[in-house]
């Protein structure tokens, strides 16, 4: 055991950004990356982690078989190589040989196995085995081969093998993933590794030297907790953090000043992520697609950008986001229109027949409730939006935020909703099945609009039944020729990703999965480094 | 003390869980990879299929045995180690530094209100009486958290005297045992002032009023009569008096404290108690919430406890009877 004692010695962001102007950079090891985050992880065992600040952290110790490349194509990870039958029923990964766990034993065949047996046991607490229990069989072939298969071809079977089933069967074997305090001190095989996690202040990694896609650049990545955001955009300003997630506001106009555009860098790309107004398809005024389109026609998409998210996102046409293969740009769009819009609702039957100024058909007037959850004033401040907007043409509108809880069990669950405004993160690969298809109506299933179209659910059991891209493309396209059609949602809007950098750090390269998937090659130049170790 | 102990517990359990939703919804809710039966498989491992008497009776055979159960967070580690974790140094520990941060508090209060208001009462109606009372009344109103954030604008961007957020430095380990003292002290600060300065209120009035009353008494007449100077009749004979509703205060301030220092807590980014209860509201993390609960619950009993032995110290009277 090398005990290293470090000294930091820290230098003022002004200096920092002077020294880089005239400086040609070159990779180097060293200093520290600071990360502030809201959240406190809690457990850095993925396959039992529910928080997003789980899986960050535990993203940096834990490797898949297989990632996604910046293309949103499949790469291999720790797998080398993979085989897929031509039926499309069985996987075989070929794995990198020579990879160690930090503690120095080979990782094996035997650890997927072993990861795979745990997260379908019963008794594992985890909310991610569904992918896996579609698994007819797992095999170890031999030491550096895996092969799973199943029942009916899967195509998002093929990422499942990613982080969440790689542990390490050495020092779990016979022994109650929940008991043991593994989850605390985990001991992985990424880029870095968990040296010291102070509850409720931070989480101190440190780089992995034999990482088997190269030593990290950056030695310390530190994971600090700050509970509350005006706080952290405080330290931020101040130096005590390198990286955060901006606001829109935050993005546009707090950071717009000399000190920001000299010290930082910003990035800017789309989320997986859209928020909709959902109808209740049951509810009688909505039942009818023509008012459904009505209220698309009347709403502006690109003003709700605008105004609400300070033009840092893009209006949506469906459920995918631009600009990634499944998605599909040459859908029916609903240009603003309020024109149209009246039109077709007095063609559906409503009409302002006794001159209150609010539509009304068989002595009903047109009126109903957009829920939304409470905290989330991006929903509230579209809903308003779009009560202005309906307004105007005839709609009356009244808003309401829910606390979450409340607002999931009581009313979507209950269906006790006329149209809610939700957003979906959307997974990297374009299966929707619990979303769109017409048997997850029950409660607590996913697709709370009861949406029913036969074609939709042929098309969203093909897009999964096979690995060919094309194939999968000619379905998902046309389900969204179909739901830009039927608006079973209203597809508002896709927002940005807005992280904000110190600007010492180089080798950072956006795409469209983000910033952060290439860590390990982000550096800092030698003369700028900030916290420098000294031993 | 233990009929008034089960009583809270057995409120706060009730209250708890009629707050809508479960611990599972944040691995459930809307996360399109769950099956409904794997839901209930989840709500099963935590017993939250039973009926509530049944989990609160449930509850309650552990509490006796001073077991608070185990965090329903995934980290599934026992409620006591995270309030008070015994693999961290003293100062580190959750409980610790909620009851250290009121504790220091409490003392600047008591030690700032008092001279306030019995300076207030012997000069009523002054302008220094109006100025003092307009101060303590600007600390109570004042939000918590806006204070906080304009303190840290100025005190830690603009002038970079204090940090901002957490209880030490990223180097804290390297710094020499002053320089940790120091460091701990930077760090607690700004916190304390506001948690005195929006405290000083209720204290310093009391305070007035108590001291109001007592020198209108007969015997703070016969004492001036006998000649003795202002100063000791106030100081000595007053004072004493005066005192005595103040300690009752004490005792009942603390469940006070421990709610503010649940938003500073949390604005500052201090790992103690408040923050973690505000984290485990969240995610509705029932034995967490009911482990600080009860806690608090007991720290509160304790301070009734002492005031009430202060008052017979302070008070011959009572101890007579």
């Known amino acids: 055991m090398v005990i290293v004692l470090f000294c930091c010695k820290s230098k003022t962001p002004e200096t920092v950004q002077s020294d880089s102007k005239n400086e040609s950079f070159e990779p180097a090891y060293g200093d520290t990356l600071i990360e502030g985050t809201i959240g406190e992880p809690s457990i850095l065992i993925p396959m039992l982690a529910g928080d997003s600040a789980s899986h960050s952290v535990a993203g940096l110790i834990f490797n898949g078989l297989v990632k996604y490349d910046t293309d ?308 509230k401040n579209t809903a308003t939006i779009i009560q202005w907007k309906l307004g105007k043409i005839g709609i009356k509108v009244e808003i309401e935020a829910l606390e979450w809880s409340t607002f999931v069990n009581e009313f979507i669950d209950k269906r006790r909703f006329e149209a809610v405004i939700l957003g979906w993160s959307i997974g990297l690969d374009p299966d929707q099945y619990d979303i769109w298809h017409s048997s997850k109506t029950r409660e607590k299933e996913f697709n709370f609009v009861s949406y029913n179209n036969p074609e939709v659910d042929e098309l969203l059991e093909k897009g999964r039944r096979t690995f060919k891209i094309e194939e999968r493309k000619k379905a998902y396209f046309r389900i969204q020729e179909i739901l830009a059609d039927e608006l079973p949602y209203i597809f508002l809007y896709v927002p940005d990703a807005t992280p904000i950098v110190h600007a010492r750090f180089k080798g950072i390269k956006p795409s469209p999965i983000g910033i952060s998937y290439n860590l390990y090659k982000w550096y800092v130049p030698k003369k700028i480094q900030k916290h420098r170790m000294e031993q | 003390m233990i009929p008034t102990l089960f009583g809270i517990t057995l409120i706060s359990f009730f209250i708890i869980h009629l707050a809508p939703g479960k611990p599972t919804d944040i691995l459930a809710d809307f996360n399109p990879k769950i099956t409904p039966e794997a839901r209930e498989r989840l709500e099963k491992m935590y017993n939250l299929d039973k009926p509530i008497i049944v989990q609160y009776v449930l509850w309650l055979k552990k509490i006796v045995k001073f077991d608070f159960g185990e965090s329903f967070s995934s980290d599934r580690r026992p409620v006591m180690q995270k309030i008070w974790d015994k693999n961290q140094p003293l100062l580190d520990r959750r409980l610790f530094i909620t009851f250290m941060l009121n504790f220091i508090s409490m003392m600047i209060i008591l030690i700032i209100a008092i001279p306030i208001g019995v300076t207030s009462a012997t000069h009523q109606n002054s302008l220094y009486d109006k100025i003092s009372t307009t101060t303590v009344f600007i ?128 604005i500052f980014g201090i790992p103690g108690m408040g923050q973690l209860l505000f984290m485990s509201v969240m995610t509705r993390d029932y034995p967490m919430v009911m482990g600080i609960l009860t806690i608090s619950a007991i720290l509160t009993l304790m301070g009734n406890l002492l005031a009430d032995i202060g008052y017979m110290v302070a008070d011959p009277r009572i101890r007579a009877k």
């Open chain 1, 72 to 379: 949103l194509s499949v790469i291999g990870d720790l797998a080398e190589s993979w085989d897929i039958s031509p039926d499309g029923l069985v996987i075989t990964f070929h794995l990198r040989k020579g990879v160690k766990w930090t503690d120095g034993v080979e990782f094996t065949a035997d650890d997927v196995m072993f990861g795979y047996q745990t997260i379908i046991n019963e008794k594992t607490p985890t909310a991610y085995q569904e992918d896996y229990r579609q698994v007819k069989k797992a095999e170890v072939l031999d030491k550096y081969t895996f092969r799973a298969a199943y029942e009916k071809p899967f195509a998002p079977a093929l990422t499942s093998w990613g982080n969440l089933v790689i542990i390490p069967k050495h020092l779990l074997e016979g022994k109650d993933i929940t008991k043991t305090n593994f989850g605390r001190n985990p001991v992985g095989l990424g880029p870095y590794g968990l040296t010291k996690w102070t509850s409720g202040q931070e989480l101190l990694l440190e780089s992995n030297k034999d990482y088997f896609e190269g030593r990290p650049y950056i030695d310390r990545y530190v994971y600090r907790i700050i509970p509350d955001p005006a706080t952290m955009f405080l330290e931020l300003q101040a130096g005590g953090i390198d990286m955060m997630a901006l606001t829109p506001i935050q993005y546009t106009k707090q950071t717009e000043n000399i000190y920001f555009r000299n010290n930082f860098q910003k990035f800017r790309y789309p989320t997986f992520a859209y928020t909709h107004m959902a109808f209740n398809l049951k509810h009688p005024f909505f039942k009818d697609k023509r008012v459904r389109q009505a209220i698309a026609y009347a709403i502006d998409k690109s003003e709700i950008v605008d105004v609400v998210l300070f033009g840092l996102g893009s209006p949506a046409t469906g459920p995918y986001v631009p600009n990634t293969w499944p998605y599909n740009p040459n859908v029916k769009k609903y240009e603003y229109n309020p024109e149209k819009a009246k039109q077709l609702l007095k063609e559906a039957g409503w009409e302002d027949t006794d001159g209150d100024g609010i539509l009304d058909k068989n002595g009903m007037p047109f009126k109903f409730t957009i829920r939304t959850n409470m905290g989330n004033n991006l929903r």
């Open chain 2, 139 to 266: 600390g109570f109103a004042i939000p918590s958290f806006w204070l906080a954030l304009l303190l840290m604008m100025l005190f830690s961007i603009h002038l970079g005297w204090f940090p901002i957020s957490g209880l030490k430095s990223m180097n804290y380990d390297s710094l020499s045992l002053l320089g940790k003292i120091l460091d701990r002290i930077s760090h607690l600060i700004l916190p304390v002032f506001i948690m005195s300065f929006t405290g000083l209120a209720g204290d310093s009035r009391y305070m007035r009023s108590s001291m109001l009353e007592v020198i209108r008494q007969d015997y703070v007449t016969v004492a001036r009569a006998k000649g003795l100077s202002e100063k000791i009749v106030i100081y000595k004979h007053a004072l004493r008096n005066a005192l005595l509703p103040i300690i009752t205060l004490l005792g009942l301030s603390i469940p006070g404290l421990i709610g503010g220092s649940v938003i500073l807590e949390t």
